[in-house]
């Protein structure tokens, strides 16, 4: 592997770098900066890309573009048969670069004979992984950073099933990209020679309405939403994303009438201006939808993030305060609601099945058990979720009916294989009316659905290292956890310490630590796959809400004193 310093120069010397890029590499402040920027390629993980836009090997630029599709094109090409005719879709999100990023792999793909449908403007995800399954399409991409802050942007891959690669595909493209010496010189078409030579086919309002009426499909109480929508007030921030137009569409379509949006965040901005981040997780994100629901009077808020896969929902408390549900409440919430439907209009299946990541909330489990239905535990990242979807569908033995991760992704509908704010949003605009026309708002229903189950509080702390030194620390506090296993945490014993590094419990390999207490707490443990971070999560149980709270703050207090 060449050096950092060798990479710098290759890049420095080549005549066809453009000038903003050269300009970039220039004002490189040290050799520390440098090496950051080259000691390695930009890591190709099983999500795809992710990093700071800029010149660098370790950076999103179109070159870094260029060698993953590179990548890509080979392996479909030798690996999914009719690729070529098949094609690829690609989606981009409101990010800088994100159109100019969309071209390039569009041109690479091109260049090697493989068919593309390119939207002609931002997209959501979901809409993407939707595209992919109505062409019978090889393969998708889309350009987004999801929720990282302005300066970032990235790449996902999606196999021929709309669901992310599997890893089994993604180390095969890996391999075909560590076999690409020179990112500078990979060949492409431009668009206009890709539209020209009919291999480039710009798609747009007609996936839309397709995809909207699969929405509208889903919904469990038309009729019923319809006599109440009238007196239901939504306010909705797409937070400067692709969310704005499909969320608006959809609740147009299911009747809802008063559906105020944001409008200073209504419009794409790659700066993101108005938050701190454009992270639905995070209270500061909904501050001015706040400000606009007390004047509008609003049931429930919701927020998606810049790609639209991931939703954030605010309700109203007793006192008429704005409450956050975190992303496992807000799961429990939808999967009580669908289940409860499902039972009372004859609907849900004797084989149902619900799936959620292994460091999401047992509390979705107990609502899905009490139901008769199967709950399935699968790794930390939707394409898992989408994998075991593909694997009952074929195979007969369950009937899917939702699946969720604690990081605010749902879904309900599998004609999408990826998580899908749009799909979320609706359904929980819809699940606030249902219960507006049964005169409750969402957290009466929630403390109903503790009251039944028990109360399962959860949280995160999530610490940041950057650079390489940052990744070292992260895999040197990983190590030390294996080789010494804690046997308590915050005062409550650890029943079993679970290393998902081992392939346990038929789990692929992960980067997970889990350790289950004997309450029926947890706490577990995983490095991010696309940020410099270290996940810690928490989730702690108990009949009463004080002493879950207690048991909640203990465990927290225990793993800062052990990061410090």
Request: proline residues 4%; charged residues 25%; hydrophobic residues 40%.
């Amino acid at each position: 592997m060449e050096s950092y310093q060798t990479a710098y120069q290759r890049w420095l010397e080549f005549p066809h770098l453009e000038e903003t890029l050269r300009k970039d590499l220039q004002s490189i402040p040290d050799e520390q900066a440098k090496e950051d920027r080259f000691y390695r390629h930009l890591e190709f993980g099983t999500g795809g890309l992710r990093g700071v836009i800029g010149a660098g090997t370790n950076r999103m630029n179109k070159y870094t573009v260029r060698r993953a599709t590179e990548g890509l094109a080979r392996y479909l090409t030798q690996h999914v048969d009719g690729a070529r005719e098949r094609g690829v879709v690609i989606a981009y999100d409101s990010r800088h670069m994100s159109p100019e990023f969309a071209a390039e792999a569009a041109g690479v793909l091109a260049y090697h004979g493989v068919r593309v449908y390119l939207f002609e403007e931002l997209r959501p995800t979901p809409e993407l992984s939707f595209a992919v399954r109505h062409f019978g399409a090889a393969g998708g991409i889309v350009v987004t950073a999801s929720h990282n802050p302005p300066e970032y942007n990235g790449y996902k891959v999606y196999g021929d099933d709309g669901g992310q690669l599997p890893p089994q595909a993604a180390d095969q493209i890996l391999a075909e990209i560590g076999q690409l010496a020179d990112e500078l010189s990979l060949p492409a078409l431009t668009l206009q020679e890709g539209i020209a030579q009919g291999l480039v086919t710009m798609i747009g309002e007609e996936i839309d309405d397709l995809y909207t009426q699969r929405l509208v499909g889903l919904s469990l109480q038309p009729e019923a939403i319809r006599a109440v929508a009238d007196d239901v007030r939504i306010v909705y921030t797409p937070l400067h994303g692709t969310g704005n137009q499909p969320v608006r569409r959809v609740l147009q379509a299911l009747g809802f009438k008063h559906v105020h949006v944001v409008p200073e965040q209504e419009l794409p901005d790659p700066n993101f201006s108005t938050v701190k981040s454009p992270n639905p997780e995070e209270r500061q994100a909904f501050a001015l939808a706040m400000e606009l629901a007390e004047r509008v009077n609003a049931d429930v808020i919701l927020g998606t993030d810049p790609d639209a896969d991931r939703v954030g929902v605010v309700v109203r408390d007793a006192s008429g305060e704005f409450a956050v549900l975190n992303g496992n409440q807000t799961g429990a919430l939808l999967l009580h609601y669908i289940l409860e439907q499902r039972k009372a209009n004859g609907t849900l299946p004797e084989n149902g099945v619900m799936l959620k990541t292994i460091v999401t909330s047992n509390l979705g489990r107990a609502v899905a058990e009490r139901n008769g239905v199967t709950c399935v535990d699968v790794l930390t990242g939707f394409k898992f979720i989408g994998e075991k979807i593909q694997e009952y569908e074929e195979s007969g033995a369950h009937t899917f009916l939702f699946g969720y991760e604690e990081s605010y992704g749902y879904l309900i509908g599998d004609f999408v294989r990826d998580k899908d704010a749009v799909q979320a949003a609706m359904m929980a605009a819809e699940m606030a009316a249902y219960y507006k026309g049964q005169g409750k708002k969402l957290s009466q229903v929630l403390e109903e659905v503790y009251a039944t189950y028990g109360t399962y509080l959860e949280d995160l702390l999530s610490f940041t290292f950057k650079g390489k030194e940052g990744q070292e620390k992260i895999a040197q506090m990983m190590e030390r956890l294996r080789r010494t296993p804690l046997t308590t945490i915050g005062g409550l014993d650890v029943e079993a310490a679970k290393d998902y590094s081992q392939g346990i419990e038929g789990l692929p390999k992960a980067n997970v630590l889990k350790y289950v207490l004997t309450d029926g707490s947890w706490v577990a443990i995983r490095p991010s796959g696309t940020e410099p971070k270290i996940k810690f999560y928490f989730s702690a149980v108990d009949n009463d809400r004080n002493a879950a709270q207690s048991k909640l703050d203990s465990l927290k207090s225990f793993v800062l004193e052990l990061i410090q």
